[in-house]
């Protein structure tokens, strides 16, 4: 069963490296809206779910004052950061990546709106 989960992971790992490349922050924006329910993109403002103002380069289970699920923080308890390439394996499968996370959104299929949507969390004031 591990070694499944790995080759998965893996997997997902080559997918993720290309899936980010060249996004588009204002097709991203409007790939947000789905997000928009549970998370900002405001700094300190946190709903459901944590801000996502500064995401990118920020430790995972980074907001001190957000009260995150014991798997989330068990899955940055070795200090992984939201880079490029988490939020490309994270943001299709949430669920697969962080078993057990309160996250209920069940992820973005399409390659095009994880990296739109990465390109619009790097900088959303770039989205025109």
């Not at 980010?20 to 924006?29: I, N, Q, R, V, W």
């Not at 070795?78 to 996250?103: C, F, N, S």
């Not at 973005?108 to 949507?117: Q, S, Y």
Request: aromatic residues 8%; proline residues 6%; charged residues 20%.
């Amino acid at each position: 069963m591990d070694r499944i989960f790995l080759v998965g992971i893996g997997m997902l790992c080559l997918i993720a490296e290309t899936a980010y490349a060249g996004g588009d922050p204002t097709k991203g924006a409007i790939v947000f809206r789905k997000c928009m329910s549970c998370h900002s993109i405001d700094e300190g403002k946190n709903r459901t779910g944590p801000s996502l103002f500064g995401v990118v380069g920020r430790p995972v289970a980074g907001i001190a004052e957000f009260r995150y699920s014991n798997a989330m923080r068990t899955f940055a308890s070795d200090g992984k950061v939201w880079d490029e390439a988490t939020l490309a394996i994270y943001l299709p499968a949430p669920r697969d990546v962080v078993p057990g996370t309160a996250m209920a959104f069940a992820g973005l299929r399409k390659p095009e709106d994880v990296a739109n949507i990465i390109a619009y969390l790097k900088d959303p004031a770039s989205a025109q």
